[in-house]
T-cell receptor, first 112, second 116 residues
Framework: SQQGEEDPQALSIQEGENATMNCSYK?????LQWYRQNSGRGLVHLIL?????REKHSGRLRVTLDTSKKSSSLLITASRAADTASYFC????????????FGGGTRVLVKP | GAVVSQHPSWVICKSGTSVKIECRSL??????MFWYRQFPKQSLMLMAT?????????EQGVEKDKFLINHASLTLSTLTVTSAHPEDSSFYIC????????????FGPGTRLTVL
């Protein structure tokens, strides 16, 4: 079942702007991960944040996690046309073992 | 890095035929692989967990006789869509866990199945 919900469902921005997307989930988690998917392709792992972490950075990516609100955000700074893709959050629930449950995804379009 | 491949990348078949999709971990041994299904503009839905040497564990609502999974070696899992119908048309993606890291899955590029 899909426990994650993401918003917005779609986002259109100009190159150079920042893109922010949010993910909410329902059950307790071990960690939360963000993936990118280019159209018709597989998923690329972007970043993993553990349940005891609140913020994590990787290059132009910034992820926050608020376990009290069961939500996470992904910020892409100084976006580029190559960032155009769908972004998914995925949770690894404590009762789910290694199984991931994906959110609905945010489709990001970065216009040059 | 951890590379996962899938073959074929796309396949078109006639209704009623069976199609086999392969998922390989190229540079590591994967004791666990996962199979997902993705409809256009939708998210990934986990179909089953494939463990080497044992029967696959299917998610609720996934027909195990329809989607046969075999994980015969530490580098290969196969998904066979039996008696395919147009509603089985979808994007099938596999992923693998690379021990000792178990909380990150490495995804294959996906297989686009179209059933006519």
């Amino acid at each position: 079942s899909q426990q994650g919900e993401e918003d917005p469902q779609a986002l259109s921005i100009q190159e150079g702007e920042n893109a922010t997307m949010n993910c909410s989930y329902k059950t307790s988690i071990n960690n939360l991960q963000w993936y990118r998917q280019n159209s018709g392709r597989g998923l690329v792992h972007l970043i993993l944040i553990r349940s005891n972490e609140r913020e994590k950075h990787s290059g132009r990516l910034r992820v926050t996690l608020d376990t009290s609100k069961k939500s996470s955000s992904l910020l892409i700074t100084a976006s580029r046309a190559a960032d155009t893709a769908s972004y998914f959050c995925a949770t690894d629930g404590r009762a789910a073992g290694n199984k991931l449950t994906f959110g609905g995804g945010t489709r990001v379009l970065v216009k040059p | 890095g951890a590379v996962v491949s899938q073959h074929p990348s796309w396949v078109i078949c006639k209704s009623g035929t069976s199609v086999k999709i392969e998922c390989r971990s190229l540079d590591f041994q994967a004791t666990t692989m996962f199979w997902y299904r993705q409809f256009p503009k939708q998210s990934l839905m986990l179909m089953a967990t494939s463990n080497e040497g044992s029967k696959a564990t299917y998610e609720q609502g996934v027909e195990k006789d329809k989607f046969l999974i075999n994980h015969a070696s530490l580098t290969l899992s196969t998904l066979t869509v039996t008696s395919a119908h147009p509603e089985d048309s979808s994007f099938y993606i596999c992923s693998a866990i690379r021990p000792p890291i178990t909380d990150t899955q490495y995804f294959g590029p996906g297989t686009r199945l179209t059933v006519l």
